[in-house]
């Protein structure tokens, strides 16, 4: 097996009190203590009491035309065609048991590849949400049969395995070696990464049990529980510890979580025991004190630690493990954020606001994002805070959507791992067997997992993103269809199809609706203030005809790297727009000489012939989700060297203050401007502020001044 290079291939948070984290998926109704077998089949999630906000089953939203429904399309006849017994292969050779003939998947999915095993974990999450999603009978065939085999493995294990494993409910598809070095503290690549394999296999057989009712699976992953607790439950704290400080070898992806989930449905307290094994102690009790430690530390390694450490908060009680998860997230999604949403360089986290000194060919892995949208997604069921939305759409829209390959395929996931940002790189995709081909293919099987979400006693209904949908709410009688062009324009409407009574329509105003976010029911439109990256509220008694119609007109925008304000990405409202250009070196863009008084880049820059594309500089921008291989800058370099308005050239220098911004950036920061006098009068003011903090001469000064009075920047208006 071939090793990749460094393994693979080698803000806001509201305060207020933690409550409870919700689950990856809705869970069946609760079980019996120690039964081991549902009491019901799946259906609504019996949340604890303390989440504020639940998300619906799966199987409630439907999504509606549009591309992330081609995109979803795209890896549904990937998990049709896909044969099952190549997933199994390296399992049944692992029991002794005949492979059919079956080739493994390959990539690190190979007979004897050290993470063989996880990419069958995904797999499982893969059919499991597409059955629950299509209801087809030939997946949901396909998934019992994934889970029959497993058992046939596992069963095989325990009773002829060579060796025989130390437990019965032993289940992978290598033998227990790599766990018994791991506790003798061997490192990466002599073993890679035995728990997080574990962890694949036992999501995979959860989310077969919660989103399609497969007991089989249950009874599986609880085996494999009483075996972790077996192996874990005796080992010292500082044993444990060290274990997971380990680089590679000790990550365990979201073993904490998948215990912690398991616990709920059986309520056995060995697994709770060992989801507690899993504290990463150091990291851990930083980020509960808000400490940023992160700098050379693996991102996705620690990403989903924090997702169960939420679980665990749930569980327990202990208020650092829910502080800890708030912390994180917010030295993440912000300070160690690409315009996309990804974080990471070459896997690694690197140092608090480096952006623009880390842009290169392997930034942002796309498994780091989606356990960032799973962590969001959970943070915001106990603090229902718009940014995490926010951060959830841009993720969603300009990472995750744009990871999937726009070709067909049904023998690989046509998926990115690594999406550089830095000028001129290409995306690549495939990724059969490694752990970004696995969380891909869930990826695009659960777009309308956090469309809506309701509130814990069922009068708010939270919609939180644009997708096309609808929503199934049979406990309130509720069919209500979200009509959307989303990405490409900002304009929906919400049908209610059936049912009538009060609710509270709760309606996420995008951070990026700085354009204007107006609402109105049944051609009325609706007072209140709507504030960017907050929820806008409808109460009222809805009837079946209710169309609620909200239009929040997208803009061009910058946003600027936080360690170099020049360097800087091109928005049109959610949506980012890149160059396409196969130079490798930053390109060059210059703005405020092409703008008017409302200080608007539309001015500076041309609509193209097609939904979202325009053209500056030469250059064609093209919304980054159209999935192919051709070469793109996410970001440019800011060229503004002299203080000009319009066709005035001041000849003064364009100076940047201590934090990078120029005079000229602060100027137009403060548009749009009422008249030319306001203009001038914005302009004067802010020439003395430069005087006074020795950026301009006197004499410059002046020149500036003049240059704006005897410009004339009316344009159109």
């Known amino acids: ?76 006849d990937y998990a049709r065609s896909y044969p099952a017994d190549r997933i199994l292969a390296v399992f049944r050779a692992n029991a002794g048991l005949d492979t059919r003939g079956a080739l493994p998947p390959g990539g690190w999915e190979t007979s004897d590849g050290n993470l063989r095993g996880h990419f069958g974990g995904h797999f499982l999450t893969l059919i499991a949400q597409a059955c629950a999603d299509t209801g087809e009978a030939a997946l949901k065939s396909k998934l019992d049969y994934l889970v029959a085999a497993l058992g046939e493995c596992r069963q095989a294990l325990a009773e002829h395995g060579s060796p025989r494993p130390s437990h019965p409910g032993y289940l992978a598809a290598y033998p227990e070696t790599q766990f018994i070095l791991l506790e003798s503290y061997t490192t990466y690549p002599t073993i890679w990464a035995p728990y997080y394999t574990c962890h694949k296999i036992m999501r995979g057989l959860l989310d077969a049990h919660t989103l399609v009712g497969n007991e089989q699976a249950l009874q599986i992953a609880s085996g494999m529980g009483d075996w972790v607790h077996s192996r874990l439950g005796h080992l010292p704290k500082a044993q444990l510890e060290r274990m997971w400080s ?143 939305m926010d951060y959830y759409e841009r993720g969603l829209t300009n990472h995750i959507l744009a990871s999937r390959r726009d070709a067909p395929s049904t023998d690989s996931p046509e998926v990115t791992y690594f999406v550089g940002m830095g000028p001129g790189v290409r995306r690549e995709y495939d990724n059969t067997g490694t752990c970004c081909g696995g969380t891909g293919m869930e990826n695009h099987t659960k777009y309308q997992d956090s469309v809506y979400f309701r509130s814990a006693d069922g009068t708010a209904l939270y919609v939180n993103l644009s997708l096309a949908s609808t929503l199934r709410w049979p406990e309130r009688g509720f069919v209500i269809e979200q009509t959307s062009d989303y990405p490409d324009e900002g304009v929906r409407t919400l049908t209610f199809r059936e049912g009538r009574g009060r609710l509270d329509l709760k309606l996420r105003v995008p951070a990026w609706a700085t354009g204007g976010f107006t609402v109105t029911v049944n051609g009325v439109r609706q007072r209140g203030k709507a504030v960017p990256g907050s929820y806008l509220t409808l109460s009222r008694e809805w009837r079946r005809g209710d169309r609620v119609r909200i239009s929040a007109p997208y803009r061009l925008r910058v946003e600027r790297a936080l360690d170099d304000p020049a360097v800087q990405s091109l928005f049109y409202g959610p949506v980012l727009l890149v160059a396409r250009s196969q130079e490798t070196e930053f390109r060059s863009f210059s703005f405020y000489r092409d703008f008017t008084l409302r200080g608007d880049l539309a001015d500076a820059i041309e609509p193209g012939d097609r939904p979202l594309h325009f053209t500056t500089h030469g250059l064609t921008l093209a919304p980054f989700h159209l999935a192919d291989d051709a070469p793109y800058h996410a970001y440019f370099r800011r060229a503004e060297p002299v203080v000009v308005f319009g066709a005035t050239d001041s000849g003064v220098p364009n100076r940047a203050r201590g934090d990078g911004l120029t005079f000229l950036d602060v100027l137009w920061g403060k548009a749009p401007f009422a008249s030319s006098g306001r203009f001038v009068r914005a302009v004067r003011a802010l020439a003395g502020a430069w ?6 001469s006197r004499a410059e000064r002046d020149e500036v001044v003049a240059a704006a009075v005897g410009v004339d920047l009316r344009g159109g208006q």
């Open 691 to 696: 005087l006074s903090e020795g950026l301009f």
């Open 246 to 388: 380990i680089y590679i070898a000790g990550e365990y992806g979201g073993m904490n979580e998948v215990m912690a989930d398991l616990y709920a449905l059986t309520g056995r307290p060995e697994h709770l025991a060992a989801a507690r094994c899993f504290d990463n102690a150091a990291l851990l009790s930083a980020c509960a004190e808000d400490r940023d430690t992160l700098e050379g530390k693996h991102a996705n390694q620690h990403i989903p630690q924090f997702t169960g450490y939420l679980r665990l908060f749930d569980h327990t009680g202990e208020t650092g493990y829910a502080a800890a998860a708030r912390n994180f997230w917010g030295m993440v999604a912000g300070p160690r954020m690409y315009s996309l949403g990804g974080t990471g360089q070459g896997e690694m986290f690197r140092a608090r606001n480096a952006i623009a000194a880390t842009l290169d060919d392997k930034n942002a892995e796309t498994c780091a994002t989606y356990n960032m949208l799973k962590l969001s997604r959970q943070l915001f069921f106990r603090t229902p805070d718009a940014a995490y």
């Open 1 to 76: 097996m071939s090793q990749p290079p460094s393994r693979r291939r080698a803000l806001r948070l509201a305060a207020g009190a933690a409550a409870a984290a919700p689950l990856a998926h809705a869970l069946p109704q609760a079980y019996a203590a120690g039964a081991g077998a549902p009491a019901a089949a799946p259906g609504p999630s019996s949340a604890p009491a303390t989440w504020p906000v639940r998300p619906f089953p799966l199987d409630r939203v439907t999504l509606g035309d549009g591309v992330f429904r081609r995109k979803r399309d795209l890896m549904l």
